[in-house]
């Protein structure tokens, strides 16, 4: 028996979120159904991030206790062949026995992906949001450099226990365009739940003119009295791409 | 009543292609329908170009016949209204009364794309074809050059009628790499029924090494004798880009 770590992708778009549901298809009850063909009799994997209904992964991470007496990259063809075509282990390595993926992660990257067109594009909406009037760069660049750095986010989003701390450290948070196309790539320590969509929600407020950069940045220094608009970006734009551990 | 030209985006993922059959989604009979519920009483919208089961479209041309009291920007957004997330209409124009998408167009401009990966990608697979192993770039860019010009393509495709002519012109037939992922572009007069989809086809073989830039280069040649491999590249990697018209 050893721990494996593996590297996880999915299209969300069929999925309810990574976490295991009874009755629903998540990345983790696929994972654990596909897990089960080769013999594996655990109880549950341990994911290392919560995305939402609907969100996409390219670099979700996952372990597990496995007896497998062939080699690692035996165990990426044999998961994938048991894994229906909207999921797919992209990579696995060994790793030690106390190793998780949620409690050892040192950060977790996303990229949102949206699009200005006035009318909508169907090879594009599956994985983008679609907006219009289209966004003012200069408002989105400069609204992004407020996120960098250690902030109380909370509102932002929920923290995963009612009392537990709201502040986080971002140490990337960057748009870029090219064409009609935006993407907003955004790592840090952790992310409250549904932090990346809020984020973006809001931003998109500040790149159409209608909220202040200036309400965010009070809002990060913690002023009292502000409060900015509800909302949140579809999930369908959002992609876990990486989650990073120390050495 | 006035005749309209539309351009007509589809992601062809679960339509059974572009032209209408009884009791099956396709890209004319979704239009037609929505069609329907604007007051549109005609036998059978005209479409530019087939596409296959799969075979996705950004810039399909169909044109109809229609009393419409209203601004064409208004036909775009009734019909969007009517249209199923897997379809829209992308612009609408009036156009002279004897106009044909099909007889009249001057060329047709299609993308194949593929990426190189041992592992599937579930955020690619709808739209791309995935290859292993990776491509040989410079067999592939040399015998794109070959398919330029006007040939008999009769080992490409079958024509829409079986005595009609196999010969076409190609104006453009360029691959381009970028990372993991390849795309064909190709621009012909018109194209025999699947050409594209054997294009790409042929060339990953050469690309792959499985065959001789030169058996390609002799068919083109009319030389006898020359029996290239059967095959199609995946439906699901083929995009219409485009239909012209002379101004």
Redesign the interface.
């Known amino acids: 028996m050893a721990r494996y770590q593996i590297i996880l992708?999915?299209?969300g778009s069929n999925l309810w979120g990574s976490q295991r549901q009874a009755n629903r298809r998540t990345a983790q009850g696929e994972l654990e159904t596909a897990l089960r063909q080769l013999g594996w009799q655990g109880r549950s994997v341990l994911m290392a991030g919560r995305t939402d209904t609907g969100v996409?992964a390219?670099g979700q991470v996952a372990a597990f206790d496995l007896e497998w007496s062939h080699r690692p990259e035996e165990l990426?063809k044999a998961l994938?062949s048991h894994l229906p075509?909207?999921?797919?282990?992209?990579?696995v390595k060994r790793t030690r026995e106390d190793f998780h993926p949620r409690f050892d992660a040192r950060s977790r990257r996303y990229r949102y992906r949206l699009y200005c067109q006035e009318?909508?594009?169907?090879?594009r909406?599956?994985?983008a949001w679609r907006l219009w009037p289209p966004l003012h760069a200069e408002g989105l660049y400069a609204v992004a450099q407020l996120l960098h750095g250690t902030h109380d986010f909370a509102a932002f989003g929920t923290p995963p226990r009612p009392e537990s701390s709201t502040i986080r450290t971002v140490m990337q948070a960057v748009w870029r365009q090219q064409d009609d196309e935006w993407t907003f790539e955004v790592e840090a320590d952790a992310f409250l739940y549904r932090m990346v969509r809020r984020m973006v929600y809001l931003q998109v407020a500040v790149g159409q003119g209608k909220l202040a950069a200036q309400a965010i940045a009070d809002v990060l220094a913690s002023k009292p009295g502000i409060v900015l608009p509800a909302g949140l970006a579809p999930a369908h734009g959002l992609?876990l791409l990486e989650v990073t551990y120390p050495e």
């Open positions: 992708a999915y299209d996409h390219t990426v994938n075509a909207d999921l797919a282990v992209r990579g009318v909508r594009d169907p090879l909406e599956r994985y992609t």
